[in-house]
């Protein structure tokens, strides 16, 4: 798979590529489903049509993996608590953990077990993906889910969330250690279900100062992928902590067992390739409204592939899919990072 060797850094005939949120509500022929399904939750819970758009966007773009459609939110979900996705909101959950006894409430050995359709949804996608493209699994990484378990909802200033770090640290790190163990075993799950990869997402990494980031969410991050490369050497794992451009330093000190770092848009990818390019793979990261315009594209395209020179790179964007891109923008994109970056 020229994905997987691209995580290794082995030779490629060109930079694969892959784009976060590329399942999603630009396609028309996810909506169509979407509304089969009835809401998005319905979506995620049904393996078979969790399979469908899983394959829509690798049948109409030819990208190197497909991403396995489900929520980061399951996992929570599974853990016990009551999640809903409002219209025009997102996601919510009525409960937020407040006190011990909603701590001591959470369903922790039983939670990976529960989300069987996951792994239901991972061998039907499997069983039809072509045995070239990649199928990368994934999971929030526990300081990103605990901000919703405990505001609630997604936030502006993560107020909640943040005056528990403050206030009640070891109550914050009880619950990071309860996701962290759950996740483990969920990963565990979906690689034993086959998937070729598995990516982390962090996507509220930088709500957090630096010390914090790294004592809330780091250390657990990779508390995880070291658990995933010690059982699964051959699996690459990718992490993907969003906006900590000015921790990269420390990143590269502290080190750690993982195979790709997924940069997002707001770091500037000649930064990441001088403090992380010679030890990790990178991953990213086109400014993903440059697709609203194939010039822009071509200027962002041609400029991330000149910086990384066609050497220890997986293309994509710095973040997801927009809603309301057009198809053939994305169809435009891959097509041209195959092309430009054929060796």
């Known amino acids: 798979m020229v994905f997987i060797d691209a995580c290794?850094?082995?030779p490629t005939p060109y930079t694969p590529i892959?784009?976060?949120r590329q399942a999603?509500?630009?396609?028309?022929?996810y909506m169509e489903v979407r509304a089969q399904a009835g809401n998005f939750l319905n979506l995620c819970h049904n393996p078979v049509l969790a399979a469908e758009v899983t394959l829509q966007p690798i049948r109409r773009f030819g990208m190197d993996a497909a991403i396995l459609f489900s929520d980061i939110l399951v996992v929570p979900n599974e853990m016990g608590m009551e999640l809903e996705f409002i219209k025009g909101e997102g996601p919510n959950f009525p409960s937020p953990i407040t006190t011990q006894a909603d701590l001591d409430a959470l369903h922790v050995e039983s939670a990976a077990e529960k989300l069987e359709y996951?792994?239901?949804?991972i061998r039907l996608v499997r069983?039809?993906?072509?045995s070239q493209t990649a199928l990368i699994g994934f999971t929030g990484a526990p300081w990103t889910l605990a901000t919703y378990m405990i505001e609630g909802h997604g936030t502006k200033t993560y107020a909640v969330v943040k005056k528990m770090i403050a206030t009640q640290p070891q109550f914050m790190h009880a619950l990071l250690e309860k996701l962290t163990h759950v996740i483990k075993g969920?990963?565990?799950?979906?690689?034993?279900?086959?998937?070729n990869a598995v990516q982390i997402f962090d996507s509220w990494a930088s709500a957090l100062e630096e010390e914090a980031f790294f004592e809330f969410s780091w250390r657990?991050?990779?508390?995880?992928s070291e658990y995933i490369k010690a059982k699964y050497p051959h699996i690459p794992v990718i992490l993907f902590p969003k906006g900590i451009s000015g921790y990269l330093e420390r990143v590269r000190a502290i080190g750690g067992n993982f195979d790709v770092f997924g940069v997002d848009w707001s770091t500037p990818i000649e930064l990441a390739k001088a403090k992380l390019g010679d030890r990790y793979v990178l991953q990213g990261n086109m400014e993903p409204t440059r697709l609203y315009s194939k010039e822009a594209t071509r200027k962002g395209v041609e400029h991330i592939l000149h910086v990384m020179n066609n050497e220890g790179h997986i293309f994509n964007l710095g973040h997801g899919m927009l809603p309301d891109l057009e198809p053939e923008n994305a169809a435009y994109l891959v097509d041209l990072v195959h092309s430009l970056s054929k060796r």
């Not at 069983?127 to 072509?130: H, I, R």
């Not at 969920?186 to 998937?195: D, S, T």
């Not at 657990?220 to 995880?224: A, D, F, H, Q, T």
């Open 8 to 10: 290794f850094r082995r």
């Open 18 to 20: 892959w784009m976060m």
């Open 24 to 29: 999603g509500r630009y396609l028309p022929e």
């Open 118 to 121: 996951v792994y239901e949804t």
């Open 127 to 130: 069983a039809d993906l072509e």
């Open 186 to 195: 969920y990963l565990e799950r979906q690689i034993e279900a086959g998937v």
């Open 220 to 224: 657990y991050i990779l508390e995880i």
